[in-house]
T-cell receptor, first 115, second 114 residues
């Protein structure tokens, strides 16, 4: 069974704090993704990575950065948290494959509240 | 930009009723299509997927979806819902190429009343 774990289920941070969200997968997947999930907006892609030290911006990268130093770990960083970053953050991983032949496997999510 | 529309935001059904959730996408080229489901308190998981071949695909738990290319649609169906189908359902599209990048719809929250 594929397992994607995220470091925290719930997190409360103050405005201006630097926030790290960690994601680890155990299936040796090349691709990893960070999404945020908001009611009425669905899932929106923040960043993704297709290899160690490689990253690409998704649809809403502003205010976020990422780090992928090891294949199994993909970190999302909020450099200076703001209240509009209060959201559910989902990490996903998947094997390489053209045309999205393979599904993405999701973690349980981190509900971040910025006060 | 490519987009995915799910017009039903919130659906309430009684047990044994039939279900159809709409999904339309805007991309005109080759697409791969997915339905994901998120049960209360659980991870998002794959329900079914379409890449090619028979446009009627069957997934887990009795769900099926039909790809109609001329209508840019991939509607999800189940003939008889159960209380345990209460969940949020997301349609997603990958427009081919060498990426696993998915574009998700806004989701449909289904509540099944016993």
């Amino acid at each position: 069974d594929v397992k994607v774990t995220q470091s925290s289920r719930y997190l409360v941070k103050r405005t201006g704090e630097k926030v790290f969200l960690e994601c680890v997968q155990d299936m040796d997947h090349e691709n990893m993704f960070w999404y945020r999930q908001d009611p009425g907006l669905g899932l929106r892609l923040i960043y993704f990575s297709y290899d160690v030290k490689m990253k690409e911006k998704g649809d809403i990268p502003e205010g976020y950065s990422v780090s992928r130093e090891k294949k199994e770990r993909f970190s999302l960083i909020l450099e200076s948290a703001s209240t509009n970053q209060t959201s559910m953050y989902l990490c996903a991983s998947g094997p390489p494959g053209t045309g999205g032949l393979y599904e993405q496997y999701f973690g349980p999510g981190t509900r971040l509240t910025v006060t | 930009a490519q987009s995915v529309s799910q017009h039903n935001h919130h659906v309430i059904l009684s047990e044994a009723a039939s279900l159809e959730l709409g999904c339309n996408y805007s991309y005109g080229g080759t697409v791969n299509l997915f339905w994901y489901v998120q049960y209360p308190g659980q991870h998002l998981q794959l329900l079914l997927k379409y890449f090619s071949g028979d446009p009627l695909v069957k997934g887990i738990k009795g769900f099926e979806a039909e790809f109609i290319k001329s209508k840019f649609s991939f509607n999800l169906r189940k003939p008889s819902v159960q209380w345990s189908d209460t969940a949020e359902y997301f349609c997603a599209v990958n427009h081919g190429g060498a990426t696993n990048k998915l574009i998700f719809g806004t989701g449909t929250l289904l509540a099944v009343q016993p």
